[in-house]
């Protein structure tokens, strides 16, 4: 796996006065630089040189998001209440539950 596939953002550090590279699956890491493309080149560098180390010491490397495999369910708990009324919206508007969290997930409208 190359250290190209991994999610990476640059962000400004209003506390730093510095842009900040970061990884989403390395949160451990950061990199701090003046302009945001040296510091999406560092934390890149600095993510590649810390697979490397994993590597070296037989240690597990984190899997990019982008790698993973997504079931599409995933559970949700939730107060008795809401999901009452979250059922009655669903059946109101003749779509399942399912669809219904779905949609609101997504940010989407439903009938």
């Known amino acids: 796996m190359s250290a ?3 999610t ?3 962000t ?4 730093d006065q510095e842009h900040v590279g970061l990884c989403i699956e390395f949160p ?3 990199w701090l630089a003046d302009t945001p493309e040296a510091a999406l080149s560092g934390i890149r560098t600095l993510v590649h040189d810390v697979i490397d180390d994993l590597r070296a010491s037989n240690e597990p490397v984190p899997e990019p998001l982008a790698e993973r495999k997504y079931s599409g369910e995933f559970r949700v708990r939730i107060p008795p209440e809401l ?3 979250l059922a009655m919206a669903a059946a ?3 779509i399942s539950l399912n669809r219904l969290a779905s949609a609101k997930l997504a940010g ?3 009938n």
């Open 8 to 10: 990476y953002r640059v």
């Open 28 to 30: 451990s890491l950061t």
């Open 12 to 15: 400004w550090s209003v506390e």
């Open 92 to 94: 109101e508007q003749g």
């Open 4 to 6: 190209d596939h991994y």
């Open 83 to 85: 999901h009452r009324q």
């Open 108 to 110: 989407e409208k439903v």
